[in-house]
């Protein structure tokens, strides 16, 4: 049940990856006026970063459960926990907490952390 848990947790931190990038691009980005041109392009690419990681740890953790080792499940656990709980933190302060996106990636902390 611990490894289901900890795919599950994978999921829902890829697709918030997903969606985070898709509505970055179709409703931020879209109406964001930034100048210079390579400024604009320096903040879609580093928002996009974050989106290509959290979809690149997810789908990590949904591998790492059928892992043989346990220590490297552990290891992939810790890098997506550091990944995550930045996203967390970093939304909970820009926001004061009122978007939710800083619980959906608790919860994902909180599902994976149960494949130790």
């Given amino acids: 049940m611990d490894h289901f848990l900890m795919q599950a947790g994978g999921a829902v931190g890829a697709a918030t990856g997903v969606i985070h990038g898709y509505l970055g691009e179709k409703k931020l980005f879209a ?28 789908v990590l953790l949904v591998f790492a459960a059928g892992f ?6 552990r290891a992939v656990i810790a890098a997506s926990v550091i990944v995550y709980l930045t996203g967390a933190v970093g939304n909970a302060m820009a926001t004061k907490g009122r978007h939710f996106g800083w619980a959906i990636l608790a919860l994902t902390i909180g599902l994976v952390q149960t494949g130790w």
């Fill in 31 to 58: 109406l964001a006026k930034i100048e210079p041109p390579y400024a604009r392009q320096m903040a879609r690419l580093g928002w996009q970063c974050g989106a290509v990681a959290w979809v690149a740890m997810g």
């Fill in 68 to 73: 043989q080792s346990p220590d490297a499940r």
